[in-house]
């Protein structure tokens, strides 16, 4: 079997409009954390499949669109060496599970180095460079004294009311 036919494969079907209002615009509060893992190990992959299932529905929001296969997204696309739109195209030309399987294994490469991948992902904005960046968006979101808010991918967490 391969990595990305796994029976837990994720993809989101029926996505309802689980929409609040935050400090960073329209909150999205069904979105996957980056934390997920998809089946084939990669952290965030499930997220950005829900981005892309949501912005070919035309429920991807206004404050995700500014971001959508850039960030994460893109950082993700840039560690397969894989363009953002062909992700997306494998999205919107599969109507089944096995279908986008097929398709993602076809354009990633055999090795994903996921080891590689989750330990920028759980690392993200803590370099020296980031920290700044990292405390702005903190305070932005009201969330300024949290010390437990370490990276991006925890505050994005935060922000989608995933942490209390």
């Given at each position: 079997m391969n990595i990305l036919t796994k029976p837990n494969f994720f993809i989101l079907?029926?996505?309802d409009d689980n929409i609040t209002e935050g400090p960073t615009g329209a909150i999205l509060l069904d979105l996957p954390s980056p934390y997920q893992p998809h089946a084939c190990g990669l952290l965030h992959l499930p997220?950005?499949?829900?981005?892309?299932q949501k912005h070919l529905e035309g429920k991807l929001p206004a404050s995700y669109q500014r971001n959508f296969t850039?960030?994460?997204?893109?950082?993700l696309c840039?560690?397969?060496?894989?363009?953002?739109?062909v992700i997306v195209d494998c999205v919107k030309e599969s109507s089944t599970k096995i279908q986008l399987d097929e398709k993602l294994l076809g354009v990633f490469p055999k090795d994903l180095k996921v080891h590689i991948?989750?330990?920028?992902v759980v690392?993200?904005?803590?370099s020296d460079m980031a920290?700044?960046?990292?405390?702005?968006?903190?305070v932005d979101l009201g969330a300024g004294a949290r010390d437990d808010l370490r990276c991006f991918a925890d505050v994005i967490d935060f922000d989608e009311g995933k942490l209390d």
């Open positions: 079907t029926n996505i997220r950005f499949l829900a981005k892309i850039k960030g994460f997204d893109g950082f840039l560690h397969l060496g894989v363009d953002p739109d991948w989750n330990r920028k690392q993200m904005g803590m920290l700044d960046k990292l405390e702005e968006i903190k």
